[in-house]
């Protein structure tokens, strides 16, 4: 229990402080010793919202790609962890293991061969490119933990709905999707933390248009004139806030992720 609850503040202490930070008068948001006690403002929140009014707009973008890359994400990997579950070959184990291979490449060789080719496509500062390379860089881990449980359903289920004249097709969406929805749901979730958050691919694909959270937060951080920390305490607090929320929200369905394959029977 008392490493639990030190994980715990491990944890939670710098989101805290981070928060906390974004309510105080820029004296005292360094101050030695620290405040505790404090007389909140909004300053610095409006001071983001007058100096970065990109902000919203952005964070817009952060929500079209993180929305696109889960749905793209969860469709393909639907589709093969059923491929998996229900067949077998040399090929599969190959190509499964090829998936985590690829997953496990440090991103910075994938870009730079990849960006010649966005360029000739001209898919550039796009929503599209962002959805594209999320989707590939998770549909692995998302078809595993998917696999894992259409493993758990009775084939005798869809053997049942197949005499009774049911298609493919709907043998996926009437018998099986409903009964996997935890796990597309676990599946789901490390796609949509992982694009909310992610920076490099956002800062070599995109410049104006397609602009992700992330990257205005950075450029907060690199101003001329000098850090505003309390505007980039709000920043960070105004872009952590929705995910943290949707985290919580769906903890549960992040440890049936995670131990779906220790149940697998």
């Given at each position: 229990l008392g490493l639990a609850g030190l994980a715990i503040a491990?944890?939670?202490?710098?989101?805290?402080?981070?928060?906390?930070?974004?309510?105080?008068?820029?004296?005292?948001?360094?101050?030695?010793?620290?405040?505790?006690?404090?007389?909140?403002?909004?300053?610095?929140?409006?001071?983001?919202?007058?100096?970065?009014?990109?902000?919203?707009?952005?964070?817009?973008?952060?929500?079209?790609?993180?929305?696109?890359?889960?749905?793209?994400?969860?469709?393909?990997?639907?589709?093969?962890?059923?491929?998996?579950?229900?067949?077998?070959?040399?090929?599969?184990?190959?190509?499964?293991?090829?998936?985590?291979?690829?997953?496990?490449m440090p991103p910075i060789i994938v870009t730079l061969p990849l960006f010649p080719v966005v360029n000739w496509l001209r898919l550039?500062?796009?929503?599209?490119?962002?959805?594209?390379?999320?989707?590939?860089?998770?549909?692995?881990?998302?078809?595993?933990?998917?696999?894992?449980?259409?493993?758990?359903?009775?084939r005798e289920l869809e053997e049942a709905a197949f005499v009774d004249g049911a298609a493919l097709r709907q043998i996926l969406t009437k018998v099986v999707l409903p009964l996997i929805t935890n796990g597309i749901v676990a599946a789901s979730i490390f796609v949509i933390v992982?694009?909310?958050?992610?920076?490099?691919?956002?800062?070599?694909?995109t410049t104006r248009d397609a602009k992700t959270t992330p990257l205005v937060i950075s450029e907060i951080l690199s101003t001329v004139e000098g850090?505003?920390?309390?505007?980039?305490?709000?920043?960070?607090?105004?872009?952590?806030?929705?995910?943290l929320a949707f985290v919580i929200a769906v903890q549960r369905y992040v440890i049936a992720g995670l131990t779906a394959s220790a149940v697998k029977g």
């Open positions: 491990w944890s939670v202490a710098p989101i805290a402080l981070i928060v906390l930070a974004s309510f105080k008068p820029a004296l005292e948001i360094f101050a030695i010793p620290p405040t505790l006690v404090f007389e909140p403002t909004l300053d610095n929140y409006r001071r983001l919202f007058a100096a970065w009014p990109a902000f919203l707009p952005n964070m817009l973008n952060s929500l079209i790609v993180t929305a696109g890359a889960t749905a793209v994400t969860v469709v393909a990997a639907v589709l093969a962890g059923y491929v998996y579950a229900r067949h077998s070959s040399r090929f599969l184990t190959a190509s499964a293991f090829f998936m985590i291979l690829i997953r496990m550039n500062d796009t929503h599209l490119i962002l959805v594209l390379i999320y989707a590939a860089f998770f549909v692995s881990i998302s078809t595993w933990i998917l696999r894992a449980f259409i493993d758990q359903i009775p992982f694009a909310w958050n992610e920076y490099f691919f956002a800062l070599v694909f850090v505003e920390w309390g505007v980039l305490f709000a920043a960070a607090t105004v872009q952590l806030v929705p995910i």
